[in-house]
């Protein structure tokens, strides 16, 4: 049959090129990506994760990535593109990628908030919170990092639905939040690691960020995200810090990482992905392939130290 023109990892994808691109990539690696839908959206659309790892009849622990939890920050989306191509085309002649593979499951979300992506491709480049309703307000959307139940709403979100960090009606009010958040609730048993990307900033945060409290893991999590920071760094220089979220970069309540490692995930990471807001949200397509590249070091950093604990 006709094959699809060639998917482009050096530009921002719109929603339904990544969509295409998750029924191509899997059915051309069928022995190392597998689709599913986890739910829909609040306006209908099919929430997209893959699952890369090589196949195995026994269970494997996994690792949990999601991008794109907010609708402006495009280089995130194009990190969990990235990912993938690099785990197909790198399996079998990358030992770490190889190795990694065989012992454990990546499940990859490419994008969460699709609902809101397609809003910036369309209407609002700087939107950042899902497209639902909020019942007594004409202003629209729930920032799905606040509607997590984590502290929920006490601290560094809104209860104003015209807030752009509204923590929204009730935690996993938004049915993209709930939906992920059943699916790592069904997958708990397997889910090693929780890994977050937005941006920007340049930085690796851990728990807490609802509270100044220090998480009972907070050495390991510092000591495995000072590696991964120093993994980034070593490829272009690029500056990191890492730390807690509350003390690093703000407080802030409802957060999808706190969630997840209050659950019982332990190794539980936001990245914040380039610039330090020369570009923000706007960064160019030209730093796409080499934000990605560095990422790539850090993300196997941990997925390493995860492999081996
Ligand atoms: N930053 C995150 C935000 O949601 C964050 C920071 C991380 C908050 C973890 C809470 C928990 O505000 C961006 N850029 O979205
Ligand atoms: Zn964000």
């Known amino acids: 049959g006709a094959s699809p023109r060639a998917h482009s990892y050096t530009k921002y994808n ?15 690696n069928p022995s190392l990506v597998s689709k599913q839908v986890i739910g829909k959206t609040y306006e209908g659309r099919s929430m997209i994760l893959l699952k890369v790892g090589k196949s195995s009849t026994s269970p494997k622990p996994a690792i949990f990535m999601d991008c794109g939890i907010h609708a402006r920050e495009w280089i995130s989306p194009a990190f969990c593109q990235w990912f993938v191509n690099e785990a197909v085309t790198t399996y079998g002649s990358d030992s770490a990628m190889t190795s990694l593979l065989n012992s454990i499951d990546v499940y990859v979300l490419p994008v969460f908030n699709i609902d809101g992506y397609v809003y910036t491709h369309t209407s609002n ?31 560094g979100a809104s209860s104003n639905p015209c807030s752009d960090t509204f923590c929204g009606s009730t935690p996993e009010s938004e049915i993209e939040a709930k939906n992920v ?18 941006s920007y900033s340049q930085l690796l945060l851990f728990p807490y960020s609802y509270t100044y409290n220090l998480a009972a893991d907070h050495s390991e999590l510092l000591k ?23 003390a690093t970069i703000y407080p802030a309540a409802g957060g999808s990482d706190d969630w997840a490692y209050d659950l019982g995930i ?44």
């Open 125 to 155: 480049r700087m939107w950042r919170k899902t497209r639902s309703r909020n019942s007594g307000s004409s202003c629209i959307g729930t920032d799905p990092n606040r509607n997590f139940d984590a502290g929920w709403c006490t601290i």
């Open 181 to 198: 958040a059943n699916f790592i609730r069904n997958n708990k048993s397997t889910i090693k690691a929780y890994l977050t990307v937005h």
């Open 266 to 309: 332990k190794y539980s990471y936001t990245f914040e992905l380039r610039d330090t807001g020369y570009y923000g949200f706007l960064l160019p397509e030209s730093q796409i392939k080499p934000t990605c590249e560095e990422t790539m070091l850090a993300v196997k950093y941990i997925a390493a130290h995860v492999q081996k604990n």
């Open 14 to 28: 719109t929603w339904s090129e990544i969509e295409a691109w998750t029924n191509n990539i899997a059915s051309s």
């Open 224 to 246: 495995v995200a000072e590696g991964a920071r120093a993994a980034l760094t070593s490829l272009y220089g690029t500056r990191y810090t890492s730390g807690p979220g509350a």
